[in-house]
Structures are given as C-alpha cells and as structure tokens.
C-alpha cells in the first residue's frame, strides 16, 4: 500500500515496541516519518531497521515527560517534515506493583510520561496539523484503560485518561478538520512488556513476587498467536495505526479500537 506518500508522520516512543513497528510500517507505505524516543540507542536501532528509506526517515531524542524537550523537540520535528499531518502518540512505561506498595512518585511518573506526554506532544504539534492534509491524531489507550488489569493501576489510570483525553479532544477539534483516535493493545509483545525495549525508563513491568496469576485468568486472547507465543507481534497494532492515520480512516474520529485478539469481548 502506498497511503502515506507525501505524507508526514510524527511518531513518539518509536525507539522500540509498537512504537518502532509504526514507524516501519508507516515508513513501508511511503511516508516521512520523524521518530523520537528518549533513548538514543533506540533510535539507532530503529534507523538500522529503516535503512531502505533512506532520507524519509529523520529521528530526534526527546523525553515527552518534560515539557522543554517536547516543546523543542516537536518545533524540531515539524521543521524537518515541513509540516504534520499525522501524529502518533506511542511513547509509554508501565509499572506493576501492588496498590499499597506502589510511590506516589512512581504513580506521578506513570502519569507524567503516558497522560501529560500525550497531552504535551499534541498540544505543540496542533497548529501543525491545523495546516495538515487530512490531519490525524493516534492516541494510545489500553485495554487496562476498561477492563480489570490487576497491579497496574497508575498504567490503568493514566490510559483512561487518554482515552477521556481523545473523545474530547476529537470534538474539539472537529471544525479544524483534525481526527482524534486511540488504539487500545492488549496481549501485544513490546518493549514494557518483555523487558528488551531500549525506550523502557523502568526496571520492567515485573509483577510482585507474590502476584495472585488467578487474577489474569480473564485476560487471554481468543485467537492464537503464530507459535504459541503469550504476545502478538507489535504489526498487529502498527497496521490498526496505519489505518487510522490515514486518509482511509477519513470519517473515523472519537473512537476507539482495540487490538487483543478477543480477549475483551
């Protein structure tokens, strides 16, 4: 497919995970990407598995946490492409942990990366995508975000918070043409979730030595996964992301769409 030819693309959390595989899928269909993480490591990973668009793909590090480097990380960005008409807001960390054993700084820091970068990153990049072509923003819920996921309760709050986040922000940009959605992974293989991503700014998501598995029972997707692997690839959501920053997606705004494999239905 070649939907995003001409078209620019501002990825985060693109150093690895779901966030790389967007970059490369999107990058696959033609379009200019410009990939930030806030490893640098990762960035260079990504590049090597990039190499073929040459010139289509510019990377930039930047900690969507801090308000001062995605102010100019952003302003960077857009003045690499020229321009924006898609952003994909993928960067993310999660930490696992019992609620009575859990910091108030790693609930805040759970909160400043996932809602406050996404909140951030849109805010700087939305009197570009005023003047995009057919401007799309992606969003990143979970499926933590409606449904029981247990130790993970600032990861949940924080996803709830961008999904509330991405329904009003659809209807308030309505009239300026830009669509707002979010994906919501779930089962899905990613640098949070099996401990390899160099954009991971936790010691991993590992759950309590004492973690209760009774409790994820009901968290097992319905269709299988090629190998009997516990994850789908991160392409699973990377195609849904695709989609939904692309013009084929025109008249799809304030919604959600979840990437599980049935396990929420």
């Known amino acids: ?65 801090d308000e001062e480097s995605v102010k100019a990380g952003v302003g960077e960005a857009i003045g690499m492409l020229g321009g924006l008409d898609t ?48 401007p799309a923003v992606v969003n990143f819920s979970s499926t933590s975000a409606q449904f029981a996921h247990p ?9 709830g918070g961008i999904l509330s986040m991405t329904h009003t922000q659809a209807l308030e940009f309505a009239k300026d043409g830009i669509r707002f959605n979010c994906v919501q992974p779930g089962s899905i293989s990613s640098g949070m979730t099996d401990g ?18 009774s409790l994820f029972g009901r968290l097992q997707p319905m269709l299988a996964i090629d190998g009997g692997a516990m994850f789908a690839d991160p392409s699973a959501v990377a195609s849904v992301v695709a989609m939904l920053g692309s013009a084929d997606a025109f008249f799809v705004t304030g919604t959600e769409v979840r990437v599980d494999g049935g396990t929420h239905m």
């Not at 620019?8 to 410009?34: F, K």
């Not at 490591?41 to 289509?56: F, I, Q």
């Not at 130790?151 to 996803?159: Q, R």
């Open 87 to 134: 952003l994909v807001n993928a960067a993310g960390i999660l930490r696992s942990a019992r609620l009575e054993h859990t910091t108030l700084a790693d609930f805040e820091h759970v909160l400043r990366v996932n809602l406050i970068g996404t909140f951030l990153v849109t805010r700087e990049s939305i009197p570009a995508l005023r003047t995009g072509n057919g």
């Open 1 to 65: 497919m070649t939907r995003y030819i001409d078209r620019r693309v501002l990825v985060t959390g693109a150093g690895s995970g779901i966030g790389q595989a967007c970059v490369l899928r999107i990058l696959d269909e033609g379009g200019r990407v410009a990939a930030t993480d806030i490893s640098e490591a990762g960035l260079k990973d990504t590049v090597s598995l990039a190499a073929a668009a040459g010139d289509r793909l510019a990377t930039l590090t930047m900690d969507v946490g």
């Open 151 to 159: 130790y993970m309760s600032a990861y949940a709050a924080s996803k």
């Open 196 to 213: 390899t991503g160099q954009a991971r700014q936790s010691v991993g998501p590992g759950l309590p030595d004492d973690a209760d598995y």
